[in-house]
């Protein structure tokens, strides 16, 4: 993963970290489904970020700290499909749903990627985050070191409009701000 800036009309790299993937690999964002554990490629926007720890100096991202009730809503059936929760909705089955405080490391610190986020299409997939690593393979999220995430909270400035761009042509994912 490769985080750019883009100065004077040139982009130039500001940093970079070995990502991980979906373990089913990457599939085009508008063909993608739910439960295949694939990453939607595309470009997407960062709604907002958050985390089992406190935000890193310099985060300017609105970021939301995890809490036992905070839950990811997954249910295709639910009002709130994918979207973040506190309480889980009585609509939201648990176990179609993520418990965001049960994923340590994963979620110490993560940012929303924006895929299927703004008119979500049931089906296509919910919960799709830049996050921690974990022991392996994602389930269709991007994750990084910790100590990168970190620097990527503290990158992304919403006044620069940072994107995510997954499946450039060497298959990696780019972070951009304009």
């Known amino acids: 993963m490769t985080w750019w800036d883009l100065r004077d009309g040139q982009w130039v790299e ?4 070995p990502a991980r993937f979906g373990a089913n690999g990457l599939v085009e964002g508008g063909a993608r489904r739910q439960g295949t554990d694939t990453t939607p490629t595309g470009l997407y926007g960062i709604p907002f ?18 809490t036992a009730a905070s839950w990811w809503c997954q249910d295709n059936d639910s009002a709130s499909y994918n979207r973040w929760t506190e309480p ?19 979620y110490g610190y ?3 990627i924006g895929f299927n986020y703004d008119r979500p299409v049931r089906g296509r997939g919910a919960g799709i985050f830049l996050h921690v690593n974990g022991k392996a393979a994602t389930a269709g999220c991007v994750s990084v070191p910790e100590d990168a995430m970190r620097k990527i909270l503290s990158w992304a400035d919403p006044a620069r409009e940072p994107h995510v761009a997954i499946g450039t042509e060497d298959g990696a994912t780019a972070v951009t701000r304009y």
């Open 49 to 66: 970020g958050f985390g089992l720890k406190a935000a890193p100096a310099g985060t300017r991202v609105g970021y939301r700290p995890v």
């Open 14 to 17: 500001a940093g970079s970290a």
């Open 110 to 112: 993560a940012l929303v």
């Open 88 to 106: 889980l909705p009585a609509d939201c089955r648990a176990a179609q749903s993520e418990k965001l405080s049960s994923y340590d490391p994963q």
